[in-house]
């Protein structure tokens, strides 16, 4: 899969000139987005680049990289709009629902479920992905087939420790870019169909940078989940990669039921304080953290929640499912939890004690162990 990086390149001058020229309309928001481009080239290049020195060597820009610096470390802050509690009610309700002893990352040859797995030739994968998100509309499918057509893609990149892909934008240069080292499988695909989540979410929300604190707020892992999640659902329902779709959700679910166990721990008389750097710790008198860092653990699981809740209140009327996840889009980073559950449309408490989807998690989870023990 060819990228086009004359394209990105452009884009990062474009940026860069526009926060140089615009210094009063442009914002942390805009610096933001040159940094998380810049960390794209980095990976793309595999090597560290000192991106002012590369196109401008402008003085000003210094000062504003410096700034930036200092508002980044104060903005995990903006992410608590969440009540603890509820989030420990959920954490009891999920977590018993995923045997602890599930198999997960099953590539050993002693289960050989993703040793088995299928790859796709480029003409295949593309058209799995089209015909998937086909189901949601002429929009959402242009988005997607502009990515490609675009070749705004790196596929087997070269990317941080951390992930196996993410994806970069700018509301400046309107432009969405994804990097992801993992290829042809369903378990590249599975992951491209979570970037793509990102893309559509950037794309349709009609977010402006005033708002942006949407993505990076609790929630802002939500409707890429959702997409993701129905993907591998689509797999499983029409036969492409069952196996592997059924083992891939598995090991979402695993993970998030162990990030769950770690609230489980916390007694009720202990305090949760979220420190500066997004991590959350336990007891003001003697701090014991507890997973690090629980945010990023906290977005994926809410975001799965979410997603699995979506999934079996309306995967089949794919117009119902945009409709809600719209207005959810453009509310998200406005109000709390509560509000956001009930403005997708679903009830609170159901929510909490994963009363609609505990029978789905449950019967996937026994699914992979009966196949695997077999
Ligand atoms: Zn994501």
Redesign the pocket.
Known sequence: MEFDADRFVNDIRKLMLHLIRNEKSSSMEDLSDLYTYVGFLEHLTGSEIDVNRLFLNNKKLDEWLAKYYYADANRNINFVNTNFSDLLTLAKSFSPLIDPETPIHVSNGKYSILDRSKCFNEKEYKEILYSFFALYGDNIFKIVKKMFDEKRIVLFGTINKDSDA??VFSDYTKGAYINCKLGFDADGLSIMA??L??VIHFYTSGINNSDKKAYTSIL??AI??SFEIAFMDYLMKNHIESDSALLLLNNKLSSDANSYRKYIGVSPDEELVLNIDGEITASPNHPRLIGKPMMADLK?TL?YNIALNMLLTCGDNKKEYVSRLRDFMYLMSKQGLKENIETLGLNYDDFLSCGTIGPYVKEKNQALIRKVSK
Do not use: K, L
Request: glycine share 24%; with cysteine.
């Open positions: 993410y994806t979570h970037e989540g990102h802002g892992e890429s989940c994926y975001g």
